[in-house]
């Protein structure tokens, strides 16, 4: 006989939570058998612990309790490292703020989390960036850092894919933001870079005058060129004035020895032309004065003409 105030008796309630339970236990059951992977991830499929599959974007099934999901981001990452410790070449002391963009090989996703787990980025990327940043670093004297830093980064870079390329991680870039070395010695720099400006300055103002004077000589010898042309054409002008002027005085000559030679032919074949032209030359005035036994000039009158 039941007394009141004891307890449901363990069949009663077994018998109450069964059909509750297993709702519930069906519940679980759907609920886990399926999951979702998001753009920019993969999943790791496990089963029991160990690596099954791996699993691209979208809805995908798996068998309850047994099986299990972990996500893994394929998009860029950033890892940053502040004040990493190093020493140049000539033992300079520096600190230097630096950050890598990187990514997972999606490919390689069932390795990288066999062997590094989620955590792949403190167990293997951050050791490999300050190893092989203090190692390149220490290649370099401070001054080259200093005028160099773009190729400084290029190198680091190149050394840190070789040290992460075969664990599966990407190195897309590396970035140094700053470089901190102790005060005297930045001075220092400053100064010697300020002595290399002036230097350049001085330079580029002793080529430009090598240029100016290059451009005065040129423009003297193109000026003394035109100056000979023109002498040249001036003593070509005269010596065709002159070769004209005495062609001109030849044919004159020409022209008067033919008419003398015409004249003489003439006076021979007719003597009293002489006499002629001694008539057409006389003004008719007879002379002051006679010289004794001189001639009177007239014409011979012949008788019977």
Do not use: C
């Amino acid at each position: 006989m039941k007394r009141s105030g004891d307890s449901p008796s363990p069949p009663a309630v077994l018998s109450k939570i069964g059909p509750i339970g297993a709702i519930f236990a069906g519940a679980v059951v759907v609920l886990s058998s399926w999951y979702t992977i998001d753009e920019g991830e993969v999943g790791v499929v496990l089963r029991n612990g160990a690596v099954l599959d791996v699993a691209g974007p979208g809805l995908h099934f798996k068998l309850p309790i047994i099986d299990n999901v972990v996500s893994l981001s394929t998009r860029t990452e950033k890892l940053n490292l502040p004040e990493v410790a190093a020493y140049s070449q000539d033992i300079q002391a520096a600190f230097l703020n630096m950050s890598v963009n990187y990514r997972i090989n999606a490919g390689q996703a069932t390795e990288i989390y066999a062997k590094l787990g989620v955590n792949f980025a403190d167990r293997i990327l951050m050791p490999a960036l300050l190893d092989r940043t203090k190692a390149v670093f220490g290649r370099y004297n401070a001054p080259s850092i200093v005028g160099e830093r773009a190729k400084l980064v290029a190198d680091i870079t190149d050394s840190l894919r070789e040290a992460v390329t075969e664990e599966g991680i990407i190195i897309e870039s590396v970035q140094i933001e700053n470089i901190d070395f102790s005060d005297a010695f930045e001075q220092a720099i400053e100064q010697r870079m300020q002595a290399e400006v002036e230097v350049t300055r001085l330079r580029q103002n002793l080529e430009r005058e090598k240029v100016q004077a290059e451009i005065r000589r040129t423009a003297a010898q193109g000026q003394a060129d035109s100056t000979v042309v023109q002498a040249r054409a001036e003593a070509d002008s005269r010596a065709l004035q002159a070769k004209a002027e005495a062609d001109a005085l030849r044919l004159r000559g020409e022209a008067e020895a033919d008419s003398i030679r015409a004249k003489g032919l003439a006076m021979k074949e007719n003597p009293a032309l002489i006499e002629l032209i001694r008539a057409e030359r006389w003004d008719g005035r007879l002379p002051q004065t006679m010289v004794p036994g001189g001639a009177m000039p007239f014409i011979e009158m012949t008788p019977g003409k």
